[in-house]
């Protein structure tokens, strides 16, 4: 290895262990076989292993502290993201510190630097719309502590993930749309860095595709909050009249879209029928109420606190695991045209 820093994760790979097997036992943590200790160290040494800053910080005892980072707190999905997190850590002895990024890939990097300064036991993320440089997670890697990746996923890491079926679940809100009479549909989109954006895009294309309806070049609108929606709509709808039919990415940006058609003397949903992605709490509220695609956040937290728990606990050095959880269409008033 020679020009090469050896890291923890080096040391696993060697001995065939998990990345957190290797720090637990140089910090001579209890719980590992005294055998598999007396072999990192006695690796740690051969290879001069010297561990930086922050993985100094994580050679002191388990804190039992799962380190949380998401978009935006206030945000339905991601507060039941952080729900179902933290009712299936709390039952395994564990707490999470939770950190938001506010869409800042800056502010993501500050949160890695001070969680791990707090000695956390692994990270449980859902990436930062903008964050384009994947440094910050790789050093997370090398120093041993575990990640999964929630809903927003880093493909520059081997990390778990958790995701949904982005793709079926546009997929059947577009087909929805066309069967209750839309034959002109625009997609409000996510940012086409993120996979999320991508797989919903082409779920709605698909849909569109097997339904031999026509594609026009201002079918795919890049818009993903409520505030371009209202800026957005009047303008797409003044150059195109013919549109009936809208897919938002998510439920603000269908709401947005709702209030937009509105504003100019069009009814929802029998001129412009409409549907979202996330099944939020403002989706019954609004006016009408808003058909979506249950995105299953609270099932998504959990399924993700399990995954990091047995990371965390496990001394096997298994592969990276994805769970995709299926979607459900919920049906309500704002697609469905009158016949």
Known sequence: MRGHQVTIKDIAKILHISPSTVSRALKDHPDINPQTKKNVQDLA????YKPNQVALNLLQKESKLIGVIVPEIIHYFFSTIISGIEKIANESGY???????NESYHKEVENI????????????ITMAKTTLNFDHFKNVAEIGVPMV???????????????????????????????NGCKNIIHLAGPQNLDIGIQRKEGFLAALNDSNISIGDYSIQICDTHDHALKLIPEVLSRHNNIDGIFAVNDLTAIGAMKAVKSINKKVPDDIAVCGFTNSFISYIADPELTTVDQKGFEMGQHAARMLLKRIQSDENYGPVTTILNTDLIIRKSSLKKK
């Open 45 to 48: 040494k051969k290879l001069k």
């Open 95 to 101: 707490h999470i510190i939770i950190a938001q990024s």
């Open 113 to 124: 630097q001070a969680l791990l300064s707090s000695n956390i036991d692994g990270f449980i």
């Open 149 to 179: 990746f929630v809903d927003r996923t880093c493909d520059k890491v081997t990390a778990d993930k958790v995701l949904v079926d982005d793709f079926d679940g546009a997929y059947k809100a577009t087909k929805h749309l066309i069967e």
